[in-house]
């Protein structure tokens, strides 16, 4: 299994330009998540879907779209991506809460937006 | 509100030393704490939730409600242990695994 992935693992983009974020699990997981990891202020949540078909906003949801494609796939969209945006992100996927409340973190994307 | 606080950006100790990473969480109702780790180079992890009572790595942490303090404990550092260590908290409450986590604190072992 290779649990969460990520792509791309960096991308540069200038002030205005848009970009999405891919994730994807394996484990059959029905909550995905994105954070964002900046100097400082630790993971902070961006979005977060509990199951298939739904999102809701995290702690900082401001400039970011989310689609929760399927079950598996979880994407993060920067519109109009500023240089508030550069930052470490990572998708993370959780199991089901009879069974555990771990989450399970992909490699993160390093963005830096110019 | 819920809130996670770690009070050292830094902890720097030798090899062998006794190890204390310290994590106090603001919530109303019952908190489900973890401990997680990054390593250089790799994905975050899961190193021990409060509610397995677990030992792992040599790490241990206990919640004591009443300073509402989850801190992570080793006897003896090992320079493996250099990481960056996060505390987070899920309220029991909500109903759903959201996890509100701290600034984290960077471990460096020195040998």
């Known amino acids: 299994n290779a649990g969460v992935t990520q792509t791309p693992k960096f991308q540069v983009l200038k002030t205005g330009q848009s970009m999405t974020l891919q994730c994807a699990q394996d484990?059959?997981?029905?909550?995905m998540y994105w954070y964002r990891q900046d100097p400082g202020m630790g993971l902070r949540l961006i979005y977060y879907?509990?199951?298939?078909?739904?999102?809701d906003k995290g702690e900082v949801p401001n400039g970011y779209n989310v689609s929760r494609l399927n079950k598996r796939e979880f994407s993060l969209r920067l519109e109009s991506a500023a240089p508030s945006q550069t930052s470490v992100y990572f998708c993370?996927?959780?199991?089901?809460?009879?069974?555990?409340?771990?989450?399970?973190f992909g490699p993160g994307t390093r963005l830096t937006v110019t | 509100a819920q809130r996670v606080t770690q009070p050292e950006k830094l902890l720097s100790v030798f090899k062998g030393a006794p190890v204390e990473l310290k994590c106090n969480y603001s919530?109303?109702?019952?908190?489900?704490l973890f401990w997680y780790v990054q390593y250089s180079r790799q994905r975050l992890q899961l190193l021990l939730r409060h509610i397995s009572r677990e030992s792992i790595k040599g790490f241990t942490a206990d919640l004591n409600k009443g300073e509402t303090s989850f801190h992570l404990k080793k006897p003896f550092a090992q320079e493996e242990d250099s990481a960056m260590y996060y505390c987070a908290l899920r309220g029991v409450n909500t109903g759903f695994q959201k996890l509100v986590f701290g600034t984290g604190t960077r471990l460096l072992v020195s040998p």
């Open positions: 919530y109303s109702g019952s908190p489900e």
């Open positions: 484990m059959n997981h029905n909550s």
């Open positions: 993370a996927s959780g199991g089901a809460r009879a069974v555990s409340y771990e989450q399970y």
């Open positions: 879907s509990a199951s298939e078909g739904t999102t």
